[in-house]
């Protein structure tokens, strides 16, 4: 199983990028699949999520989207009015989520990340 993100680069403040996980070795169409991401120095937090529902981090609510194909096995992040605090490395992951939720835990599978910075 493997989860391939791409779609990071340099951005200036107030654009935009789309982010993309593209899932292979079994299908996730049952599954939580969210998008995490690490700040230099800082500890991985959450962002985004889709199952069923959408979820999404209050940092980002209003500014990015989730959204999911499931002919395509993928998932994509769609990231508008970019700020320079959302520059990290997202990772996309997939799992069963934990307590009826996508939020923050319950993901098993894990991409290898993919750099966003954001200048201001």
């Known amino acids: 199983v493997q989860l391939q993100a791409s779609g990071g680069g340099l951005v200036q403040a107030g654009g935009s990028l789309r982010l993309s996980c593209a899932a292979s070795?079994?299908?996730?169409?049952?599954?939580?699949m969210g998008w995490f991401r690490q700040a230099p120095g800082e500890e991985r937090e959450f962002v985004t999520a889709i199952r069923s529902i959408t979820y999404y981090a209050d940092s980002v609510k209003g500014r990015f989207t989730i959204s999911r194909d499931h002919a395509k096995n993928t998932v994509y992040l769609q990231m508008n009015s970019l700020k320079p605090e959302d520059t990290a490395v997202y990772y996309c992951?997939?799992?069963?989520?934990?307590?009826?939720?996508?939020?923050?835990?319950?993901?098993?599978?894990w991409g290898q990340g993919t750099e966003v910075t954001v200048s201001s």
């Open positions: 070795g079994r299908t996730f169409s049952s599954y939580c």
């Open positions: 992951a997939a799992g069963p989520g934990a307590f009826g939720s996508c939020r923050h835990s319950g993901y098993d599978y």
